[in-house]
Antibody
Framework: QVRLQESGPGLVKPSETLSLTCTVSGASLTNYYWAWIRQSPGKGLECIGHIYHTGATVYSPSLKSRVTISLGTSKSQFSLMLTSVTAADTAVYFC????????????WGQGTLVTVSS | QTVVTQEPSLSVSPGGTVTLTCGLSSGSVSTDYFPSWYQQTPGQPPRPLIYTTNTRSSGVPDRFSGSILGNKAALTITGAQADDECDYYCVLYMGSSIWVFGGGTKLTVL
């Protein structure tokens, strides 16, 4: 059974960098896209971006200047970095496996809450 | 910037049928947008329900169905049950590997 688990600090100070890791168990990263999606408290979902197992990335236009998604040193991890965070970046961050074909977010991690506050 | 629209809230009686829709602020939704639907209960990640317009994800009961109705994607729930009461999100593929979620629909079963 494939599982995704997010990890990282739950509290980040304004202007600093948010860093999260997604650990994939039960499968390798090969032949899938791996995404980060966030959900602000009480609000909807927002795609941050994704990475293919080759390392190719696509980012949301609204976050592109601050986001880096990378493959981990471990073959079963990928990571998110978001720079210059503000309170507006407070959200639950999910990692997900995106398949193509068919195009959809087929597996999700449980999510991790990141609060931006001094 | 294109906005994906959903009804903020809907209600349905137990055993009844309800249709949730997913539209665009400008233009029509077609199968080219690969609409997919997700169900979310509080404190849980979204659960895949429907992808590529009308394909049910593994384990999803057949009372959930997807379609294109007019100029929108649609999720229809027939025989609504109490545990269908939660939030539903659609997401559309905009091309260039960009996906945009709708704002979600809060479904009440009463």
């Amino acid at each position: 059974q494939v599982r995704l688990q997010e990890s990282g600090p739950g509290l980040v100070k304004p202007s600093e960098t948010l860093s999260l890791t997604c650990t994939v168990s039960g499968a390798s990263l090969t032949n899938y896209y791996w995404a980060w999606i966030r959900q602000s408290p009480g609000k909807g979902l927002e795609c941050i971006g994704h990475i293919y197992h080759t390392g190719a990335t696509v980012y949301s236009p609204s976050l592109k200047s601050r986001v880096t998604i990378s493959l981990g040193t471990s073959k079963s991890q990928f990571s998110l970095m978001l720079t210059s965070v503000t309170a507006a970046d407070t959200a639950v961050y999910f990692c997900a496996r995106y398949s193509n074909p068919p195009r959809h977010f087929q597996l999700w991690g449980q999510g991790t809450l990141v609060t931006v506050s001094s | 910037q294109t906005v994906v629209t959903q009804e903020p809230s809907l209600s349905v009686s137990p055993g009844g049928t309800v249709t949730l829709t997913c539209g665009l602020s400008s233009g029509s939704v077609s199968t080219d947008y690969f609409p997919s639907w997700y169900q979310q209960t509080p404190g849980q990640p979204p659960r895949p329900l429907i992808y590529t317009t009308n394909t049910r994800s593994s384990g999803v009961p057949d009372r959930f169905s997807g379609s294109i109705l007019g100029n929108k994607a649609a999720l229809t729930i027939t025989g609504a049950q109490a545990d269908d009461e939660c939030d539903y999100y659609c997401v559309l593929y905009m091309g260039s590997s960009i996906w945009v979620f709708g704002g979600g629909t809060k479904l009440t079963v009463l």
